[in-house]
């Protein structure tokens, strides 16, 4: 009789453990911050691409070139830490590559290192430079001044409270480097110096 029973509570016990074993929530969906989409950085930054703003607080701006639509770079030297934390408060500026895309009103942001990324809309008059429909301070509109110099685009804050001051300390930490070869020839000969971590196809 004691023979017969073991195997029974053997899986009865067996059936409990999975019962009660933590399961993930399917409506749970991770934030960009807390995970990125599987691929290289190539991938990840392409991918940001297929994503548009949310107009949170403001209408989008109309879809129209700007004079500072380009792709830009800046690799942060902060290269302390070996192994990049997986959860750093958004905008947290930490050492490596960092991209920076401005295109027809929308902004988006990518830190190569552990997949963080963002994107918004931006418009630009005269010396100003306006940032809005950011997820992470989604009701804050920051206020930069840029100027575009050799090659670089240098932004002074003016005023921007998003993420108590993060996201200003991180985009006027260091200029940020364009992709964009700087006249025809070199678009066509690809003969230029190009800054480190622009993409092959200036993107």
Not at 27 to 41: D, Q, R, V
Not at 140 to 167: F, M
């Amino acid at each position: 009789m004691k023979k017969q029973t073991l195997p029974l509570l053997v899986t009865t016990l067996f059936l409990l453990t999975a019962a009660c074993s933590p399961q993930s929530s399917p409506g749970e969906t991770p934030s960009p911050s807390a995970s990125a989409p599987a691929g290289t950085p190539t991938d990840i930054w392409n991918a940001l691409f297929q994503h548009t703003p949310v107009p949170w607080t403001t209408p989008l701006p109309p879809l129209e070139p700007t004079i500072l639509d380009a792709t830009y770079v800046k690799i942060n030297p902060r290269l302390a830490t070996p192994f990049p934390c997986k959860r750093c408060p958004d905008y947290a500026l930490e050492g490596g590559l960092w991209k920076l895309s401005l295109s027809k009103g929308i902004f988006r942001i990518y830190y190569t290192m552990n997949g963080w990324r963002s994107l918004g809309s931006y418009t630009v008059s005269d010396d100003r430079l306006y940032l809005f429909n950011d997820p992470y301070c989604n009701w804050d509109t920051g206020v930069y001044k840029w100027r575009l110099e050799d090659g670089a685009l240098v932004l002074t804050e003016i005023d921007d409270p998003c993420l108590q001051g993060l996201r200003a300390a991180n985009l006027i930490d260091q200029p940020w480097l364009s992709c964009t070869p700087p006249n025809v020839e070199a678009m066509i000969t690809d003969h230029w110096q190009k800054p480190e971590g622009c993409d092959p196809d200036n993107s």
